[in-house]
């Protein structure tokens, strides 16, 4: 009895031996690898992120909020009083200079200029006759077979009909406009929106509406202010450019660059109610990426300030005594080093004063630091992790 009660016993002891025996073995070599692989971190380290300062050409802009407007605009109106017989243009189809619109009834007008024609024709037949009839009488009083008065009468007939001739002239080109009036062409190119008036409607020179409005989208326009603080640095670029300057223009909800044009304008005045500036910048827009009402984001690029030294936005670290970095010193100690910052924009910022290109700073941890505290690389200790997660997908 008591040797069976022995014999599971001693194979429990064997098995519980054997397992600690497995478990030391893995500790051991768990230990070992980590001891290979990770390398020591210095006692009182602190684990940060740095960069070097880089020197580069960085373009300089101002950054503001525009709306997109049509280049041009036209509310398309009847000159004349007159039945509207058909319009010559869809709804929303881009139309080009000179293209015909809308056509009014001519009839009338028609009828007036024929009726001025034939009155220039009976004006010009009287004069004929009265130019004749001063040459019968100029040679008569040569005879002294007519007196001078009959003489000076035919002449002043002759020049009232002349005079008669030159109205019928003017009574004609006058009815010629008019009756021109009756073709409504587009005054310039652009896209037609909705039509006001249909066929068949008495339109008049007085209506308010028009018959319809074109606007010109291709080139179109963008409006946009800036601080009038900008003003000074705004003609400063202008000045010293020979070319416009240029405007990007974005979408209000990601960084997608729409379009690139030139800046047109900038105002002749502030406005002092907003102290704001404004600026119209001008787009070629064949693909219509943008249109009138469109709010967008704008870029006034003032030029490119070069081989500018920068270190991202992250680096610098304000105090009450102005900004600062915390540099990188050869032994791995960091220290504060105040600097003079030109212009931050796209998590770039621009150093005008206080480190060198090539420079070690940091752009992450700085809240754990002080100055001459010991610093480790953070990239240097995460690195094993990410080489030994490849070699186990690559044995897997």
Do not use: C
């Amino acid at each position: 009895m008591t040797s069976t009660l022995s014999k599971p016993r001693s194979t429990l002891l064997i098995t519980a031996a054997i397992l600690v025996l497995i478990g030391a073995a893995g500790w051991i070599m768990v230990h070992k690898a980590d001891a290979q692989g990770t390398p020591k971190v210095a006692p009182g380290a602190i684990s940060v992120s740095t960069v070097a300062v880089k020197q580069q050409d960085v373009p300089m802009y101002l950054s503001g909020v525009g709306t997109v407007t049509s280049n041009a605009s036209v509310t398309v109106k009847a000159r004349i009083d007159g039945q509207l017989d058909k319009v010559g243009f869809v709804e929303g189809q881009d139309v080009k200079a000179g293209q015909l619109l809308a056509q009014i009834d001519p009839r009338t007008l028609q009828a007036q200029l024929d009726q001025a024609v034939a009155q220039k024709a009976k004006d010009q037949a009287q004069l004929v006759n009265s130019r004749l009839d001063l040459q019968r009488y100029t040679t008569l009083v040569q005879q002294d077979a007519a007196t001078q008065q009959t003489l000076d009468a035919t002449r002043a007939q002759v020049n009232q009909l002349q005079a008669a001739v030159q109205a019928d002239e003017a009574q004609i080109n006058f009815a010629k406009v008019q009756l021109s009036f009756t073709r409504i062409l587009a005054p310039i190119s652009g896209r037609v929106g909705a039509r006001l008036v249909d066929p068949g409607n008495i339109v008049h020179a007085a209506d308010a509406n028009g018959l319809v409005v074109i606007n010109q989208i291709d080139p179109i326009a963008v409006v946009f202010t800036l601080p009038e603080e900008t003003f000074q640095s705004i003609n400063n670029a202008l000045r010293g450019s020979q070319k416009p300057l240029s405007v990007l223009t974005y979408a209000r909800n990601s960084s997608a660059m729409l379009a690139q044009g030139n800046l047109a304008l900038l105002n002749n005045q502030i406005d002092t109610s907003t102290g704001t500036v404004q600026l119209k910048g001008i787009f070629q827009n064949p693909s219509h990426v943008l249109w009138p009402g469109q709010y967008v984001n704008v870029r006034l690029v003032l030029g490119d300030r070069k081989q500018a030294l920068t270190v991202p936005a992250a680096a610098v670290q304000r105090s009450q005594d102005g900004t600062y970095i915390y540099v990188v010193d050869a032994d791995s100690t960091v220290k504060i080093q105040p600097v003079q910052v030109a212009n931050i924009q796209d998590g770039v910022a621009v150093i005008d004063k206080g480190v060198d290109a090539g420079q070690r700073v940091v752009v992450d941890g700085q809240y754990k630091l002080k100055p001459g505290a010991k610093i480790t690389e953070a990239s240097a200790v995460a690195a094993p992790a990410a080489a030994t997660d490849k070699t186990s997908k690559a044995g897997k």
